[in-house]
């Protein structure tokens, strides 16, 4: 397949993928197969079981992985609609007696959107900071938490820095004080060796949280909550019986099936972790000592094993993305969805760096197939373009200052 | 590819396709270029560039068929959300001056589910009612119709007799009383054919219209609404800026794909429309004729080309949908989102049918690879199974009887 600059796309480097993975090889090999896969699940005939069975396969792999019920997940259109469900659904049950929320500053839009949006409707959100190590205020937390606390919500991991958050020290703040506990996990599946921390989903307390499959190469338009038994839920999405009548909707049947596909894979992804953090700091190392006025953000903090966040000064971040771009590698400057928005990343921002450091900000995200090779041929290429960019800026300022 | 009672599906007669339909061979041609459809639309860089092709080219050619702007459609992931979508949104906007809808009593559950929820927030709901004729009450309509009236959601054809109801006039109608106008076109792509009937949407004059992927051959979880320009529209799902803000998560770039993938067949389907309405009404004439007991639910007004509901007398559905799914028939009771229910049909009971009537019920849905020959298998099995069901419990009641 060609992309539209008519280079072959298995040439080109992909480091963006915290925006999205590129599918996994498993799909492929399966692939001719989920053409076939199209029932209505909820169909009682024969031509419904096959759909019927990934649904359930997956719900159990899933289910095994992070050491809970089946019961308790529930399928849907992505994480940004699990993080709308969850926040409108605390909101919905506890608005009265508890309108309070306490919700991290570096969430995704997902969070932050629906937090103002029930602003609107007299929810009072305290916003809790973190600091540009990447530290959270655990001290804000304690002296917001109160009984009129309904939910904290903090990510597992950050998407654009990968710093991992005190997770199940926040859960045990927050249930102290009667509060319920969310956690965005979508950064958390392929990226962090749950298991190696000898860490299931239990282990970190929480009441909701919330996946998206093509975040661990599987499909786009699939996702998961977790809902511990008995917590708050309603119905964004009203239909038929699906998700025992927690999520209308015939399924996303192949998104599920390709979500159960990789499961095996993010089970047994250790080595791929483990592989993915020795490149990154490697490739750290050798950018900060050949490049120079780059930092990383937030590594004074426990980071996920993919991820930089680098901030380059004297360089424009977009432009450093087109430049590389052109040279064959895929970067990001934040957020997949805040791109092609001219303002800085708000997670940078709100984490302390200045309007120019985020400005000049670049986020580098490997991923399972990424190799030493490429690695190398990124920081070559980063150093090169990175010092084209700042000759022309610094002839740009000599011309500047004869003109004047 | 094996189903699990070890009979090859292809084998199988599938004549369900108001529940779901299998996937069109055009998107087998493509399935391969498929794969490697994983970009995120928001990303800057070239891997995303294939994806976000694929979504302009998706929303153009869906707003050209309607006949409408880009800007009025927002993907998303199916007719269920989308409905929801869109009584909330309204129920948000005119709550206080306009706490009334006018909802057909046959709507799809994720309309009906939507609006009993609205009701627990205070709307008042009138149900219009439908004769078992398939006639619609516009008596009641304009009875009920106010200044406080905001919104009139009727779908385009219903799902379960196929009765399709005047739009326009209930439109009309509406639009007189300054309601907004929804309607649930979910039954309407490739199986109606707009353009014989020298419509478009527009002429339809609807504020909103709901359609969902994967009942005309393309995957699902992947629905669009269509929102007139300036209409009422509030975010359920929050997130990125995706849709214009309208509607976040990184979009099912697979399913739009395949919607994109079909469109050129759904615009070119008049042939098969019409060969399914011609299988049908040769399918119903016949079954008449060859079974004893049996009639036909709405036949009376006009209705979807491929759909058939019978009530066939001393027959329990369910039973005979297992037992025409052991001879490789695929047909179903009710809507597939109810199936596993015991409860007979409640689109039937609210069009007038007894509960023995609801319970006698099978619903057959013809698709576009539907043969004669396939027609006439079906009839044939049809006829025995009846015919053996009812001797069957012929002689259950002798045996009631001697018991006695």
């Known amino acids: 397949m060609q992309n539209h600059s008519g280079t072959s796309l298995q040439e080109r480097i992909y480091l963006d993928h915290n925006a999205t993975t590129p599918h996994s ?82 969430e995704h839009p997902s969070v932050i959107k629906t937090a103002e949006y029930l602003e609107t409707m007299g929810a009072i959100i305290h916003w809790i900071p973190v600091a540009r190590s990447g ?49 965005d996990c979508v950064q958390m599946l392929g990226k962090y060796d749950l298991q190696a921390h000898e860490l299931r989903l239990k282990e970190f307390d929480l009441d909701y949280a919330t996946f998206s499959a093509h975040k661990f190469y599987a499909l786009s338009g699939t996702g998961v909550v977790y809902v511990k038994k008995n917590s708050p839920w309603v119905s964004l ?32 992804s250790s080595v791929k972790v483990n592989e993915m953090f020795r490149l990154r700091n490697l490739m750290e190392a050798q950018i900060l000592k050949e490049i120079s006025r780059c930092t990383v953000t937030a590594a004074e903090y426990p980071r996920l094993s993919n991820t930089s966040s680098l901030v380059i000064q004297d360089i424009d971040g977009e432009t450093l993305l087109m430049s590389l771009d052109l040279k064959g590698f895929a970067v990001s400057t934040g957020a997949a969805c805040s791109s092609g928005n001219p303002e800085p990343s708000p997670v940078l921002l ?28 990124f920081i070559l290429t980063l150093k090169e373009v990175v010092e084209k960019l700042r000759s022309i800026n610094l002839s740009a300022k000599d011309y500047e200052n004869v003109s004047r």
């Open 25 to 106: 090889p498993v799909l492929k090999q399966r692939w001719s197969e989920l053409y076939e896969v199209s029932g209505n699940p909820s169909s009682i005939h024969q031509d419904s079981r096959i759909t019927k069975t990934w649904l359930r396969e997956t719900r159990q792999k899933f289910a095994d992985y992070l050491n809970c019920s089946t019961l308790e997940l529930i399928f849907n259109s992505g994480a940004s609609e699990g993080n709308s469900s969850i926040l409108k659904s605390v909101w919905n049950f506890k608005k009265d007696s508890k309108p309070e929320m306490l919700i991290s500053s570096v």
């Open 135 to 183: 530290q959270i205020d655990l001290a804000f937390i304690k002296s917001k938490l109160s009984e009129k606390t309904s939910l904290v919500s903090v990510m597992f991991a950050n998407n654009e820095t990968g710093t991992i958050f005190p997770i199940k020290e926040i859960s045990t703040l927050a249930h102290g004080a009667g509060a319920l506990m969310h956690s």
């Open 237 to 268: 999405v009203h239909g038929g019986g699906q998700e025992r009548s927690r999520r209308g909707g015939t399924e996303n049947v192949l998104g599920i099936a390709s979500l159960g596909l990789v499961m095996e894979e993010v089970k047994n």
């Open 350 to 377: 709100m984490m302390g760096l200045s309007r120019a450091e985020a400005q000049s900000s670049l986020r580098i995200s490997l991923g399972w197939s990424t190799t030493e090779a490429q690695v190398q041929l």
